[in-house]
């Protein structure tokens, strides 16, 4: 049976990219197997208890709806790619580092499996990166490739040569954290055979 996706936001490159892996993309939340959440706006930082860096631009309206659809599918499966994942880590008890460079690429960077040291060409169009939450099991890297920038209002740091998380996996939440853009290639790429193969083996979802 195909699997069901419910697109928060109805993204039509991602609702293409599911349909094109044989998924079907339904119009309500109840029946779907996954709830996808999108790329877009910074998260709000109030959500893990910062203040904003003056390059954030967050839309609080848009974290309210999303946040309502978190808490009342808390049970789904949950995966957000961009925004939608740095959201779900945030929900999931993880924050965020502000404002990075070397993030914003054209092309693919390199990300690695850091338990099995497999390498990936992935996308990455983003200028905040993950800070990852207590329960959180990270499963892809960039190394070495964020510099923090001036940190204005932002109070947390980054270490000298941390890693960039690039995915993350809560089984608490029942939320996988995708920070690439694996809508943005075409299919059968690594970025996007990644992704979906991590649903697979995180929620036994997919064909």
């Known amino acids: 049976m195909r699997p069901k996706v419910f697109i928060v936001d109805r993204d039509p490159s991602i609702a293409r ?13 109840e029946e779907a197997d996954l709830i996808q959440f999108t790329g877009g706006e910074d998260v709000s930082p ?48 993880g924050a ?4 990075v460079d070397n993030h914003a690429i054209h092309g ?5 499996d850091p338990f099995t040291g497999e390498t990936y060409q992935v996308t990455s169009t983003h ?11 990270v499963f892809l890297i ?4 964020a510099t923090f920038k001036e940190n204005g209002e932002q109070e947390n740091q980054r270490n000298a040569g941390e890693s960039d998380i690039e995915g993350v996996f809560y089984s608490r939440t029942n939320s996988m954290c995708f920070q690439p853009h694996p809508e943005y290639v075409e299919p059968g790429h690594e970025c996007q055979t990644l992704y979906f193969d991590k649903l697979k083996q995180f929620f036994d979802l997919g064909v």
């Open 108 to 112: 693919t960077h390199e990300a690695v």
């Open 46 to 93: 109030m959500l893990y208890w910062e203040r904003k860096h003056p390059a954030t631009y967050c839309n609080p309206d848009r974290d309210q709806t999303e946040a309502n659809v978190f808490f009342d599918y808390y049970a789904k499966p949950k995966a957000g790619i961009c925004r939608g994942g740095q959201f779900l880590n945030v929900m999931s008890g």
């Open 142 to 145: 960039a190394e070495n490739l």
């Open 127 to 137: 200028h905040q990166i993950m800070e990852t939450g207590e329960w959180g099991d």
């Open 96 to 99: 965020m580092y502000q404002h």
């Open 17 to 29: 990219m599911f349909m094109d892996n044989d998924w079907l993309v339904v119009p309500d939340p």
